[in-house]
């Protein structure tokens, strides 16, 4: 299987405050496991007494010890945290997951104690829709096509013009193209919208956010919670979800070609990646957490996580 490596590299931590505005089967899952994981994982071997945090530090690296991780939190659980962030001046990656808040969120430049950046991926809406019900049947939460369009009449936010829905906090109403125009606007607002075709430049974005927050470098497989045309049942053809597709994603269309993509990713995070020589180790992590995806069809992803001396993976003078 193709692995990927995404790179830490050694240096002053920055405690940076993070939203990840994360629509389905645009990447994010890649974007959550290589932060959220790994954060989780390295504490705790720090935590745990597994590694000493002075080799770590004879080795160059500052830990950023308070940092705060989490995925898939409503915008209710948010809340009520942010007041002990700001208090107690925790940095955090927070990564709000499709409709589960309402867009923009006007508040957090005032309460941020830490810089924040926000950032979003967004994905051709036909390949995007087509990939997610590709999805839903290798999961198992769609068993047949009358399974799916029963699924789309009671669930329309998901379906119907999603990510026109999300940047415009429209949720079970009709849109149009006046939430159109608005999410055109609120979408001008996130510090970084990258274009998922541009795979070097989500790896750029995630080896900053890495080397901010000085966690692992990441070795993973290249595709995290993959959908492939073989996941469909007999019955569900190409041809029958590009039609269903042109019902649903006619805003998003315009949004996707209207959007103005900002992918410079180490100018918004003021980190000087460029020139770093990524062939020696010595200037990476000591450090790299190894992701195995384990996927079985009819069932949720999960993942494994383990870690390794980053020049025992890598062998370079």
């Known amino acids: 299987m193709e ?3 995404i790179i830490s590299f050694i240096g002053k931590p920055q405690p940076v405050c993070f939203i990840h505005y994360h629509m389905m089967k645009c990447a994010g899952v890649m974007i959550t496991t290589a932060v959220q994981a790994n954060q989780h994982g390295f504490y705790r071997l720090i935590n745990n007494g597994k590694i000493d945090p002075h080799i770590l530090a004879q080795k160059g690296l500052m830990v950023l010890g308070n940092l705060s991780c989490s995925v898939r939190s409503n915008y209710e659980t948010f809340f009520n945290r942010f007041g002990k962030y700001k208090s107690s001046k925790i940095p955090f990656f927070y990564s709000f997951h499709g409709l589960d808040i309402p ?3 006007p508040f957090l430049p005032e309460y941020s104690h830490f810089p924040l950046i926000t950032c979003t ?5 036909t390949s995007r829709f087509k990939s997610l019900i590709k999805y839903q049947f290798r999961r198992g939460t769609l068993k047949s096509k009358e399974d799916l369009l029963e699924n789309i009449r009671t669930n329309i936010p998901t379906y119907d013009n999603y990510m026109t829905r999300y940047f415009s ?3 079970n109403d009709e849109v149009g193209c006046d939430d159109l125009a608005s999410a055109q606007e609120n979408l001008k607002g996130v510090d970084l919208v990258i274009n998922q075709t541009n795979r070097s430049t989500i790896d750029n974005f995630i080896s900053c956010v890495l080397t901010a927050y000085q966690l692992p470098n990441v070795l ?3 595709r995290i919670n993959i959908s492939e045309q073989s ?3 007999s ?3 190409e041809s029958f979800l590009d039609n269903l597709a042109e019902q649903y994603i006619q805003l998003d269309r315009k949004l996707y070609e209207t959007a103005i993509f900002k992918e410079n990713v180490s100018g918004v995070f003021n980190l000087a990646l460029a020139g770093r ?3 020696s180790t010595k200037n990476l992590h000591p450090l790299t957490c190894v992701l195995e995806s384990l996927e079985e069809k009819g069932k949720n992803l999960s993942t494994q996580v383990s870690f390794f001396w980053t020049n025992e993976l890598i062998k370079t003078p």
């Not at 991926?121 to 809406?125: A, G, K, W």
């Open 231 to 233: 996941d469909l049942p």
């Open 235 to 237: 019955d569900v053809e």
């Open 121 to 125: 991926i967004l994905r051709e809406p």
């Open 220 to 222: 993973s497989p290249a």
């Open 3 to 5: 692995k990927r490596l």
């Open 277 to 279: 020589d990524v062939v």
């Open 103 to 105: 867009f923009p969120l």
């Open 169 to 171: 906090s429209i949720k």
